[in-house]
Nanobody
Framework: VQLQASGGGLVQAGGSLRLSCAASGRTFSSYDMGWFRQAPGKEREFVAAISWSGGSTYYADSVKGRFTISRDNAKNTVYLQMNSLKPEDTAVYYC?????????????WGQGTKVTVSS
């Protein structure tokens, strides 16, 4: 599976962005999908994950209620809708294909898309 993330950019605090991650390959729908982020000088951290069917979603406490993960298996794409953005959400966001539900582990990774939230 090859993954291509897009949709990052510069936004003011309180604003919204939607990230997309397009996957190649016919096995996309068999993978759970996840989003991670890495802020400057910090380790990569889990943001959200969604089961292969889209029926289950999981979120880090720091984004719960503000971010929504979704997927469209017909389009081989997973999304991350980010609302009420805060400066601490500034990071490079990565999508991944893998498994594990709430203990999601990525097997395949995209290249990352940068999100900058200004105060």
């Amino acid at each position: 599976v090859q993954l291509q993330a897009s949709g990052g950019g510069l936004v003011q605090a309180g604003g919204s962005l939607r990230l997309s991650c397009a996957a190649s390959g016919r096995t996309f729908s068999s993978y759970d999908m996840g989003w991670f982020r890495q802020a400057p000088g910090k380790e990569r951290e889990f943001v959200a994950a969604i089961s292969w069917s889209g029926g289950s979603t999981y979120y880090a406490d720091s984004v719960k209620g503000r971010f929504t993960i979704s997927r469209d298996n017909a389009k081989n794409t997973v999304y991350l809708q980010m609302n009420s953005l805060k400066p601490e959400d500034t990071a490079v966001y990565y999508c991944a294909a893998g498994g594990g539900g709430s203990y999601f582990v990525g097997d395949y990774w995209g290249q990352g898309t940068k999100v900058t939230v200004s105060s």
